[in-house]
């Protein structure tokens, strides 16, 4: 529902070109006008089809001088938060092999996550998972909303057009200041998440099999590395710990490091060569070697 890629840590990102790889950050189109599986997570699927396709290759080609030999068979995904649940979102859906195991779920009726092609690593940054846990529907107290704020005034988020890319503060602490609540979509996203029903505001009909990264691991998840605040608030660490066990029980080559203290705004915060820099780092080593 906010943010945009210009609020990536641009220090994640002089990592990755150091380390001599091509950093795509691309927008996507917000919720709640289009849903979570058919907005954002539809988007990041077409922009890795592109990839895949040629669309990059050709875009260097016709841009710069210089020639470049793009390794397609490591195309990797990563995010933090909400991307970090994008970034799970890269893979195949595979329901037969969870029915396998007894979790039940209608397999005609699961639409999932199909991909022309899996990434082959993904680092995800304390993305939300489990979407049906209670912690989705419990407000936050620390999360303290103005007096003001009514119905008809936050609905007029459902009035943009077209549907907007970019939201002006994302929940990473990035922004010109505290959130605009006189801007309906800053109060709008807020005031669902301050109240837990965030969830059914990104995707009312509830079928979160469709949607939901730990409904969707299975033995040919690609490896993923996982990293998560030790004091977040928001996406509790728990969230991230019973998504690694699901990937350690399906043999998916994983890894997973908390950083003490951290609360859910760490990435946009973190100094290089501190400690917490050192421990998410860990994430983009575990995709080098990968290749």
């Not at 969870?98 to 690593?121: E, F, I, T």
């Not at 007096?147 to 939201?167: A, T």
């Not at 860990?282 to 080098?288: A, H, K, S, V």
């Amino acid at each position: 529902m906010l943010g945009s890629s210009k609020m990536i840590n641009l220090d994640q990102v002089r990592d990755c070109l150091d380390r001599g790889w091509i950093v795509l950050a691309p927008n996507h189109r917000l919720c709640p006008q289009v849903n979570l599986l058919e907005g954002p997570i539809k988007d990041c699927r077409d922009l890795l089809s592109w990839v895949y396709d040629g669309g990059l290759e050709r875009f260097i080609g016709s841009s710069y001088s210089e020639s470049c030999n793009l390794d397609l068979e490591h195309v990797f995904a990563f995010g933090t938060s909400s991307g970090g649940s994008l970034a799970l979102s890269l893979v195949s859906h595979d329901p037969w092999n969870r029915r396998l195991r007894g979790d039940g779920g209608d397999v005609n009726n699961v639409q999932g996550y199909g991909v022309p092609r899996l990434v082959a690593g993904i680092f995800n940054m304390y993305g939300p998972c489990d979407f049906a846990n209670e912690c989705w529907t419990q407000k936050i107290a620390q999360m303290k909303l103005p007096s003001h704020l009514i119905s008809d005034f936050m609905n007029k988020v459902y009035e943009e057009d077209p549907v907007p890319i970019e939201g002006g503060v994302s929940l990473e602490g990035q922004a010109n200041g505290p959130p605009d609540f006189s801007d309906p979509r800053q109060a709008f996203a807020l005031s669902q998440v301050a109240n837990g029903s965030v969830m059914d505001a990104v995707y009312p009909s509830r079928k979160w099999e469709e949607v939901d990264p730990l409904l969707n691991i299975n033995s040919g998840f690609p490896p993923t590395y996982i990293v998560h605040g030790g004091a977040d608030t928001k996406v509790p660490k728990q969230l991230s710990q019973k998504l690694y066990q699901e990937l350690q029980d399906f043999g998916v080559q994983c890894g997973m490091s908390e950083a003490p203290g951290e609360e859910h705004t760490f990435a946009a915060k973190m100094e290089v060569g501190s400690s917490t820099w050192d421990i998410q780092r860990r994430g983009f080593d575990f995709l080098q070697r990968l290749i």
